[in-house]
């Protein structure tokens, strides 16, 4: 059996890291997802999908990511149901076993509509110049 996603698309809003009783970080966020094709009035639709980070991965997603930021996701689709006080409620969601920033800190503020709290320099960022070139749109696969 085969159960593997891979998704990009950008974060809803800004992550926040939760820790489990058993003292596990974890970060639940939603990932808009564009769809390939536009509705009879032209509009992109968009995938809202939930997703799933836990530990390491959580912290640096929490510490690193705000609202707006290009992600890549890869994972696989679990579903849960919990009991609520008006029936049982299903979830569907990706658990995250690597998730990608597809663009620099420096980008996020130029090309996304949200703005970010601190902006990163070459002053203040030794490798900012070199992952600049790295993440070029053009040298994307996908």
């Known amino acids: 059996m085969m159960n593997r996603v891979i998704l990009v698309g950008r974060i809803t809003k800004d992550p926040e890291v939760k820790v489990t009783q058993s003292n596990i970080p974890v970060v639940t966020f939603t990932l ?3 769809r390939q094709f536009a509705d009879q009035s032209g509009e992109r639709q968009a995938d809202f999908i939930q997703c799933v980070v836990w530990r390491k991965q959580a912290e640096n997603l929490a510490r690193f990511v705000k609202k707006g930021a290009l992600l890549g996701v890869e994972g696989r689709i679990q579903t849960r149901q919990y009991e609520a006080d008006n029936g049982t409620r299903y979830i569907t969601e990706v658990v995250c076993d690597s998730v990608q920033f597809l663009e620099s800190r420096g980008e996020q503020t130029q090309e996304s509509p949200y703005t970010r709290e601190e902006s990163t320099t070459a002053d203040n960022d030794e ?7 790295l993440a070029a749109e053009e040298d994307l696969p996908f």
Request: without cysteine; proline residues 0%; neutral net charge.
């Open 32 to 34: 808009a997802v564009n």
């Open 127 to 133: 490798f900012y110049e070199t992952s600049k070139q």
